[in-house]
């Protein structure tokens, strides 16, 4: 069993930036793969970026790219999402996920999940 805690969302101007973090608790952080969804209400759960257990692959959705960068902190229990020039819809509410298996951009493929973070970017 793993418990994610998402902290870090808020209200942000277009163009700013938010570090968004999530920490385990319950497991040896390391056997999981970990990625990160968004949500707005009424919409499926979207892809947004993924790393490997030892962190050493990432992925990310194509509209991300350049942006948002996913990392796993030293110390091991952490992963951080990193996001830049934030734009109006980048707007939803912010998941971590784990997975004791390879990364994916499938949010049905993960085990365990954190309450969310809400990052709201205005024009």
């Known amino acids: 069993q793993v418990q994610l805690v998402e902290s870090g969302g808020g209200l942000v101007q277009a163009g700013g930036s938010l570090r968004l973090s999530c920490t385990a608790s319950?497991?040896?952080?390391?056997?999981?793969?970990m990625g990160w969804f968004r949500q707005d209400p009424g919409k499926e759960r979207e892809f947004v970026a993924a790393i490997s257990r030892l962190g050493v692959s990432t992925y990310y959705t194509d509209s991300v790219k350049g942006r948002f960068t996913i990392s796993r902190g030293a110390a091991k229990n952490t992963v951080f999402l990193q996001a830049n020039n934030l734009k109006p819809e980048d707007t939803a509410a912010y998941y971590c996920a784990a997975r004791s298996a390879p990364p994916s951009r499938y949010y049905k493929d993960y085990d365990y999940w954190g309450q969310g973070t809400q990052v709201t970017v205005s024009s």
């Open positions: 319950g497991s040896t952080f390391s056997n999981y793969a």
